[in-house]
Every structure is written in structure tokens, then in C-alpha cells.
């Protein structure tokens, strides 16, 4: 894979090569959209991260080789459907100054395209309340199914 958007470059990478260039991201990520700060602070296991193994699929978007953008996958089987494969979104970010014109549409079909190259037959994503793209999703062919609930302790 190596498809690109403009000047930016969708493709998978290995989680653990990837990892540490992305940290700044991360953290970025985590200002933007992280609810409850106090409870949810950044502190992701990457030893998990790296045990999933061939069930991690790492979508990156680069700028003249920076990263600029990643998108995370979990490969399982269904838990209710066993003979289901799904591509289960962890987390996806783009940095604000790339989401303008198309970028960010591209990107999420890239890294649909990509679960699909890998196995899944379904592909499960959530957004953030209040960082909703129902458009991008709707555009290629999502619907929503769910609604998700959260409750910190206390």
C-alpha cells in the first residue's frame, strides 16, 4: 500500500517502528478529544500494543515522510459471530492543519481499504461525541449501529 493524498502518503507500518515517532501525536490526540483528563490520562500499554501482533493494523499518513496522521485497527474474529472477521477501530487521528479539502476522507478509505486487503469482512468505528465525520462515514457506505455509553467511577 502507498496511496497518496496530495502530498500526503497513506501506508501500513509496523506498530513498534511507528511508535515513538508518534508521540507527539498522541498527546495531541489526547488534548483534542479525551474526556474526563483526571481519570483517562494518556498511558497506552504498548507491551499489549506490541503482543497483538498480526492483530494490529497500523494505517499511517505522512507529509514528505513526517507523521502526520495514524490509524489503528484491532483484527479479531467476532465475539457473538465467530465466523466473522472484523477490523475493530482503536483510535484514529489526523493533526488539525491536514484535515482541510479531502485529506481526511482519503485517509479513512485508505485504511479501510487496508482492513479489507487484511481479512475483515466488517469494519467497526466510533467517534467522539462532538468529533463526529458522519459525512465522511456516510460517504463510504457506514452506518451507525450503536451508541455507547461511558461511566467513570464516583
Known amino acids: 500500500m502507498g496511496i497518496a493524498a496530495g502530498k500526503i502518503c497513506f501506508a501500513v507500518e509496523q506498530f513498534k517502528a511507528a511508535y515513538e515517532e508518534a508521540a507527539p501525536l498522541l498527546k495531541a490526540h489526547w488534548d483534542e478529544i479525551a ?3 483526571a481519570l483517562l490520562r ?10 497483538m501482533g498480526q492483530n494490529l493494523l497500523l494505517i ?7 507523521l502526520v496522521g495514524y490509524f489503528l485497527w484491532f483484527l479479531i474474529r467476532h465475539p457473538h ?3 466473522v472477521s472484523v477490523a475493530e477501530e482503536d483510535l484514529h487521528f489526523l493533526l488539525r ?3 482541510r479539502g479531502l ?9 479501510c481499504a487496508a ?5 475483515a469482512e466488517l469494519l467497526v468505528l466510533r467517534e467522539k461525541v ?3 465525520h458522519a459525512a465522511i462515514m456516510k460517504r463510504l457506505g457506514f452506518v451507525p449501529t450503536d451508541i455507547v455509553y461511558t461511566r467513570a467511577r464516583g
Open 35 to 37: 474526556k474526563n483528563k
Open 42 to 51: 494518556l498511558n497506552p500499554d504498548v507491551t499489549l500494543y506490541e503482543r
Open 60 to 66: 499511517t499518513a505522512r507529509l514528505d515522510g513526517q
Open 81 to 83: 459471530y465467530a465466523h
Open 97 to 99: 492543519e491536514h484535515r
Open 103 to 111: 485529506a481526511g476522507y482519503k485517509f479513512v478509505k485508505a485504511a
Open 115 to 119: 482492513a479489507f486487503d487484511h481479512g
Open 130 to 132: 462532538g468529533h463526529e
